[in-house]
């Protein structure tokens, strides 16, 4: 039986102090919760104080993002050796705003993802198709080529490391979510696209995520689905109460 993840990406919010009040405010909430990983991902700059903050709460620390080298000059990135110094398990990769405002193809998505793998980092990979191509009809093939490219030269041992996110970009923060239906149909071609890829135990031991407008009132028809385990949520998890009760409700 595959553990479900609540995972929480604050993006660009949350000074330190407003950091540590969020998690001290969510650790009695989630207090007692079984069989439910949670995981939060703040900035870089209030990573460690969210690691002494959280202690003892069983939460698990991710990234936003990192770089593919460990060292050297690339000035402004993120090395994943240097977020497992921060106290980091987890990272995030490929996520949509990095690929719209960054420009991050599936060729340095895939090189991020062997780096943070080799360093021994868990990988919560994102993918997810725009309006555009949803409307052309166009989604499978996205996530497929997607998959594909994100994780060539992956070895199926790896794989137990790797979370998949399913994201499309057209309900990340626009209020809109994909229905039930149209969610458990896209995580049933990324899960058949893992067995076509690997084989059908690594397909049916990965976890697979959804992602887009993630909030209390629409969580449980989400989770009910046999392919989807859990939510990578951006702004409910932003609040102690409505992040807890995601937590809550997987």
């Not at 705003?97 to 021994?120: M, P, S």
Request: net charge negative; charged share 20%.
């Amino acid at each position: 039986m595959r553990t479900p993840v609540i995972a929480g990406n604050w993006k660009l919010f949350k000074t330190a102090p407003e950091a540590v009040e969020l998690i001290k405010g969510l650790k009695p909430l989630i207090k007692g919760k079984q069989g439910v990983e949670v995981v939060v991902a703040p900035v870089f700059t209030v990573l460690d104080r969210v690691r002494s903050a959280m202690a003892g709460s069983g939460i698990s620390l991710a990234a936003q993002d990192c770089f593919w080298e460990e060292e050297g000059a690339f000035t402004g990135e993120i090395s994943p050796k240097m977020l497992l110094d921060a106290g980091c398990s987890h990272v995030i990769i490929g996520h949509s705003e990095r690929r719209q405002y960054f420009g991050e193809t599936d060729a340095t998505v895939n090189k991020k993802i062997h780096a943070a793998l080799a360093a021994g980092l868990t990988v919560i990979f994102c993918i997810g198709e725009t309006v555009a191509e949803r409307e052309d009809g166009r989604t499978f093939a996205v996530l497929q080529d997607q998959i594909s490219g994100g994780l060539k030269g992956v070895a199926s041992d790896s794989m137990k490391d790797i979370i998949i996110a399913y994201e499309p970009v057209w309900a990340i923060g626009t209020g809109k979510t994909a229905s039930d239906a149209q969610a458990q149909e896209a995580h049933a071609v990324i899960r058949g696209e893992v067995a076509a890829l690997y084989d059908k135990t690594t397909a049916d031991r990965i976890r697979i995520l959804y992602g887009g407008s993630v909030k209390p009132e629409n969580i449980a028809g989400l989770i009910a689905q046999p392919d989807i385990d859990g939510a990578l949520v951006g702004g409910a998890s932003l609040k102690a109460d409505s992040f807890a009760a995601l937590v809550n409700a997987a």
